[in-house]
């Protein structure tokens, strides 16, 4: 029986063993040579010996250079090197953080006597069986801390039958969906106006299937056309649960695809029992939600918990995500990723409200990828350097919008009225013009 070892294809793979626990042959076995970055390649290039613990320190820098670029362009790569202690695996997470790709640490915990016999027998090393004893010893400490290190995730593999039966599977990343060409209608924020939806959906061309008691489950459009709801269905709005029940039709048969806005994401933490501060709207989604029954709840929280926070589509040349993506985020995964794609980011000032300022990644931003986004409501979408927000502020009676990509036209319905005063701005003019200041909602 072969054993599975997934990997996402773009991750910084981290191979961790004594001496002769056979990192390097595993290595050979499942990666690509320009993929594999081995310390001892390294010490050999710096001093002309691979055995020269001397040179450990420089090979160690450009190995680590060479890493940083590879990253940097989202390539997948593997360190062979024994990666024994905290100290040396936690250099390469901070390297993977840096560069907002995953890592996952492949343990070859093999016997130590394997290890000793097979590093004292090559000819070509010098190392003491003491020394391979130590990185054993030093290995078998480390094992269960490394589980809380930031690794995505951890392999281990125990003995030779383990090893010898390992199958790497390279997996893209949830977010990689640059094989899916569309058409699609990319619709901005929704929070709760079903109607509005179902109305904007019906413009597009989409027919509504309902259910026994006339409920909307799903949409399908003749032309094959696909909807991509940027996130924040729920909260502020009448019907939540309608909104939610339509879009989970549609995105189980296929009919759409779904990201995670800030509000979905306060949503399921709500749903999870935890202690999240009931304001923005949700208050309305936790009492609709309460009458639709346990059932509902349960299939909303599951849906949500598992929606990506961004998509890249089209061979690359489109980008969705719920508060917009500058490029060096785009195709990866990071906590930081995350937080931007849900949240957006600020400047760390703020305006004369006390609010913070955000910062303005659509006015510096020169992707070549489409970057359609919702999160802040605007009068009119208005493209900036190839990105648009399409929330035009529907429960704020302003309108609900579409984008038919790739034809880039704007399809939009009026809000039947105002479902929710913008109050976080008293005296604040009429809804979605409030453009030029921050909304400020809780991380
Ligand atoms: N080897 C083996 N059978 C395996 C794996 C390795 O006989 N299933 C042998 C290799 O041919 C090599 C030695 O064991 O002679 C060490 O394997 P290697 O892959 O080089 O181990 P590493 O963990 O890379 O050791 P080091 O840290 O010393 O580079
Ligand atoms: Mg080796």
Redesign the pocket.
């Known amino acids: 029986m072969s054993r599975a070892i997934d990997v996402p294809d773009r991750s910084l793979v981290v191979l961790v063993?004594a001496?002769?626990?056979?990192?390097?042959?595993?290595a050979a076995e499942h990666f690509l040579p320009t993929q594999i970055l081995s310390s001892?390649h390294y010490r050999g290039l710096v001093s002309d010996d691979e055995n020269d613990q001397g040179a450990t320190d420089d090979a160690f820098e450009i190995l680590h250079s060479v890493a940083e670029k590879r990253l940097s362009r989202g390539l997948l790569t593997v360190v062979?090197a024994?990666n024994v202690h905290k100290h040396a695996r936690q250099g390469l997470l901070r390297l993977a953080r840096r560069h907002h790709v995953l890592a996952v640490a492949i343990v070859?915990d093999l016997p130590e006597t394997v290890c000793v016999r097979?590093?004292t027998d090559?000819p070509d090393?010098s190392?003491r069986a003491g020394v391979v004893r130590r990185q054993h010893k030093d290995l078998q400490r480390s094992l269960k801390p490394l589980r809380e290190e930031g690794f995505h995730k951890v392999h281990v593999l125990r003995d030779?039958s383990e090893?010898n039966s390992a199958r790497v599977r390279l997996n893209p990343l949830h977010n990689d969906r640059r094989h899916e060409t569309g058409p699609f209608d990319v619709i901005g924020d929704v929070h709760g106006c079903r109607q509005e939806l179902e109305t904007l959906l019906s413009e597009l061309g989409y027919h509504l299937n309902r259910d026994s008691s006339g409920r909307a489950v799903d949409a399908h459009h003749p032309d094959e056309r696909r909807a991509l709801l940027l996130g924040d269905l729920v909260d502020r709005g009448p019907d939540t649960p309608g909104v939610l029940r339509l879009a989970m039709g549609m995105a189980d048969s296929g009919h759409a695809l779904v990201i995670t806005g800030n509000h979905e994401d306060k949503l399921v933490r709500a749903l999870r029992g935890h202690n999240v501060r009931v304001s923005h709207g949700l208050a309305e989604s936790l009492a609709q939600l309460d009458e639709a029954g346990e059932g509902f709840r349960q299939r909303v929280l599951d849906f949500c918990a598992e929606l990506p926070v961004h998509y890249v589509l089209d061979h690359g040349n489109l980008v969705v995500a719920h508060a917009g993506l500058p490029e060096r985020y785009h195709g990866r995964a990071s906590r930081r990723v995350r937080v931007f794609a849900l949240y957006g980011d600020t400047t760390g000032e703020t305006d004369e409200y006390g609010l913070p300022i955000r910062y303005p990644w659509a006015r510096e931003y020169r992707g070549k990828a489409v970057v359609v986004y919702g999160h802040t409501p605007t009068p009119e979408p208005e493209w900036e350097n190839r990105t648009l927000c399409l929330d035009t502020g529907c429960v704020f009676g302003g309108k609900l919008t579409a984008l038919r990509y790739p034809e880039h036209e704007i399809v939009s319905v009026p809000a039947l009225r105002v479902w929710s005063e913008p109050a976080r701005f008293p005296g604040a003019a009429a809804p979605g013009t409030n453009t030029a200041r921050p909304t400020r909602e809780e991380q």
């Not at 001496?19 to 595993?26: E, I």
């Open positions: 063993g001496a002769g626990a056979g990192k390097s042959t595993f001892d062979d024994t070859l097979r590093s090559r090393r190392i030779e090893v």
